[in-house]
């Protein structure tokens, strides 16, 4: 069975080799500071007691006042599993972070999806451009700001107003 | 006396019957080498994690099962999963017992048209892909038994699935087990250890484990190259742990050695699925609307499950807010993460080697672009 590291342990772990990067810790989760993602990351998949070997899965969340980067790591030589998790683009400003793909090369695709999708840019990776959609595209989808085309046509309100005077009228025009 | 070339840009698909639906790629040729390829997606992204956040949790169910869409009851597994951590549903214990079932069948399914197709592109047209997709049928047939749906399933429900197989169906799946069996002997009969197969695909793409691990690719192709990681054994869900079963092994890491692991496990399945047989009981299939009502309201919190897909690890990732939507859900697609190496593998290889190991990665377009 997986082990699951704990927040608790893995921000001290994380804290013995790269002092300073940690912001908080809580459940199963490590929040860090975005700059030191690359030294953290590096280290591990390295470290001995780590061997984070394989990067499951890299998304990114909208908390509307800001940004969550959560990476799913898991290490096969040891069956254990982590949780780190980097609050980027504080206030809804510019959001990006050093990229990952130095450290594993799965994060290629990952992360120019949350690019794509959320909008969050991602500092040296090697081919920075959108995946799903086509370049030129506005906007950001998986925002939570983001007018969608049902949206743009028939606003929430207008949209209210329609069922009120179909009621009324009794099938409309 | 060296014929003078200089190379050519080809433009493949999106619309190719090769491309397993709509893929496209700009390959540039010298000669017969491929020097470079460049991938591009997106011509079936249809924005399924921005429509999740707009639907209940039950609704988002037909949602998973049109992005891997053949092999939607792994996706429907996948994501029930995902939900039962983030609201802490506890399962049925007949309900378990059924979607392992459905899961072993939707795996033996998916193998069989990756491997179908991959005969297919090898240049056998037709025969070797119709024993494949006839023995397809049967398990579709068996769906509909269970669920009145051949391939959008919408089978499992938070805590179980939504209804009990009838009595004909359990006679059905022995017989259909015997066939899969008799399929796999009649495919293996005829291509294992066939010359022109072996030509073809041994050798070629050949990855390092170390690579594919550091570009986090799973499944199948990983265990192709030797190395030993399995979800359904190192980090068991469900009841995998009750069952016994050998994880299938290839060193050689080729386009052979992807076939090969896909064939065998198909058999391991099988052996899975008689475990389930022999160890279900009766009982309810699913908890009771008390417990687990239609509208569910998870409790803050994030959530993140994988499972064994049929192409590599398929993991959901939920948060909720406390409503009766998902605030955001990812799908971690091995689909698209397979296709990391894309470069690696075709770069240096030969024209017509181009869609056997595009055959042999086993993507599925829903899922790449969902």
């Known amino acids: 069975m997986t082990t699951v590291w704990s927040g608790a342990a893995l921000a001290e772990a994380i804290e013995a080799f790269a002092p300073g990067s940690v912001e908080s810790s809580a459940g199963t989760d490590v929040w860090l500071k975005p700059e030191s993602i690359s030294d953290v990351c590096g280290g591990l998949k390295t470290r001995a007691e780590f061997k984070f070997d394989l990067l499951s899965s890299l998304t990114a969340v909208d908390y509307i006042d800001h940004f969550e980067v959560v990476y799913h790591l898991t290490s096969l030589p040891m069956n254990a599993s982590a949780v780190l998790k980097s609050r980027v683009g504080l206030g809804r400003t510019d959001a990006s972070i050093p990229s990952v793909v130095p450290v594993w090369r799965g994060a290629d695709y990952q992360e120019r999806e949350v690019w794509d999708l959320m909008g969050i840019r991602f500092d040296g990776h090697p081919n920075h451009k959108r995946i799903m959609l086509w370049e030129g595209f506005p906007g950001h989808p998986l925002r939570k700001d983001y007018v969608t085309y049902d949206q743009s046509i028939v606003g929430p309100s207008d949209e209210q107003e329609l069922v009120e005077s179909t009621d009324s009228d009794g099938g409309g025009e | ?370």
């Open chain 2, 1 to 370: 006396m060296a014929i003078k070339t200089q190379p050519v840009t080809v433009n493949l698909g999106p619309q190719h019957p090769s491309t397993h639906g709509v893929f496209r790629m700009r390959v540039m040729f010298d000669g017969e080498e491929i020097v470079d390829v460049e991938p591009i997606f997106g011509y079936l992204h249809r924005g399924s994690e921005k429509l999740a956040e707009e639907r209940t949790y039950t609704q988002i169910v037909t949602l998973t099962d049109r992005m891997d869409y053949v092999s939607s009851m792994l996706n429907n597994h996948a994501y029930i999963l995902a939900v039962e951590k983030l609201a802490r549903i506890e399962p049925s214990p007949r309900g378990v017992w059924l979607r392992m079932i459905a899961s072993e069948l939707q795996r033996v399914a998916s193998h069989l048209v990756a491997t179908g197709f991959l005969i297919q592109d090898l240049g056998a047209l037709g025969t070797p892909l119709i024993y494949a997709m006839r023995e397809r049928e049967n398990i579709l047939d068996l769906f509909e038994m269970i669920c009145g749906a051949r391939i959008t399933n919408s089978y499992l429900r938070p805590g179980g699935v939504f209804m009990d197989a009838p009595a004909e169906f359990w006679p059905a799946l022995d017989r259909g087990l015997d066939d899969i069996v008799r399929t796999i002997d009649e495919l293996e009969a005829y291509l294992s250890g066939n010359e022109i197969i072996f030509s073809r695909t041994k050798g070629t793409a050949v990855l390092s484990p170390e690579l594919l691990i550091n570009a986090s690719i799973t499944g199948p192709m990983l265990r192709a190259s030797g190395v030993d990681w399995d979800l359904r054994h190192r980090a068991p869900y469900d009841y995998y742990d009750r069952v016994n079963f050998e994880r299938i092994l290839h060193t050689a890491s080729d386009n052979y050695a992807r076939y090969w692991v896909r064939v065998q496990e198909m058999r391991e399945s099988v052996k899975i699925i008689k475990q389930c047989i022999e160890q279900i009981e009766p009982g309810p299939v699913r908890p009771s609307f008390d417990d687990v009502p239609r509208l569910i309201r998870p409790p803050e919190g994030d959530a993140y499950v994988a499972i064994e897909g049929s192409k590599g690890e398929l993991g959901f990732y939920l948060v909720s807010d406390g409503g009766i939507s998902p605030y955001r859900m990812h799908v971690r697609a091995s689909s698209l993460i397979n296709l990391t190496l894309l470069r690696d593998m075709l770069i240096g290889g030969q024209f017509g080697d181009l869609f056997v190991t595009f055959g042999s990665v086993d993507l599925n377009m829903g899922e790449v672009d969902r």
